[in-house]
C-alpha cells in the first residue's frame, strides 16, 4: 500500500487556501490546515478537526512553537508545504495604505504574516520535507512586481522579499532533494478582494477573475511528481495580467 501523503497549508480557512484543502483532499492528501481561527465545523473535509492546527504567525515565537505540534502530527515525514497565508491592512474605509501612511507596527505585523513565517516553517521542518524530497509552494502575487491599485505597500514589498526568498530557498533546500516553488495570483475571485476590481478585470487579457480551484490546480501541480524538476520558478496566474 503507497503511503499517505501530508501537506502542511498556512491561510486554510477562504479562498485559495480552501480550494487547496479540497484538491489536495481529493487526490487522497492528509491535509493538516494552519490558521489564526479555530476549525470551522462546517468546512467539508474529513478529518478536518484533529488535523487543525490553530497558529498566530503574526507572532514569530508562537510560530516557532508552532513546529512542535506539527512535527508531532506528522510522524517525521512531510510532502508539501504551502504558505499560502498573508494579510493586506486597509486604511479607514478601505482606503490604500502607501509608504507614507503605513505605521512601522502594520509593516512588522504583515511581514511577519507574509516573509518570516514561511522561512521560520520551512526551516523547522526541513528535516521533514527532506525524508520525503518533498516540494515548498510560496504563494506571493502580482502586487509583488508592481504597484497595484488596491494592495498596500507592506503587502507588495513583503510578496516581492518572499519571491526573493523563494529563491534563496530554492538554492539552499535543492541538494537536500526539496522544490521550491512561488506561484503568484493575479485578481481571482475570493474575500480579498476590494470593490474596484471590476474595473481592473475589464483590462485583463482573459477579461474575467481567476477561481481559487484555478491557483489550486497550480499548487497541486508544484507538489506533484509533474514538476520533479521545477525549482525556483515563480509561476504567474493571473490571466495576463503581467504582460
Known sequence: MSEQKTLVLTGASRGIGHATVKRFSAEGWRVLTCSRQPFDPRCPWPGGEENHIEIDLADPNKTIAAIETIKAKVG??????VNNAGISPKGPGGARLNTMTTDLRTWGHVFHVNFFAPVILARGLQDELTATKGSIVNVTSIAGVRVHPFAGAAYATSKAALAALTREMAHDFGPLGV????IAPGEVETA????????????????RLGQPKEVADVIWFLCSDQSSYISGAEIEVNGAQHV
Do not use: C, F, W, Y
Open 76 to 81: 517525521g515525514r512531510i510532502h508539501a508545504l
Open 179 to 182: 522544490r521550491v516553488n512561488a
Open 192 to 207: 480579498i478582494l476590494s470593490p474596484g476590481t471590476d474595473k481592473i478585470v475589464e483590462k485583463l487579457p482573459m477579461q
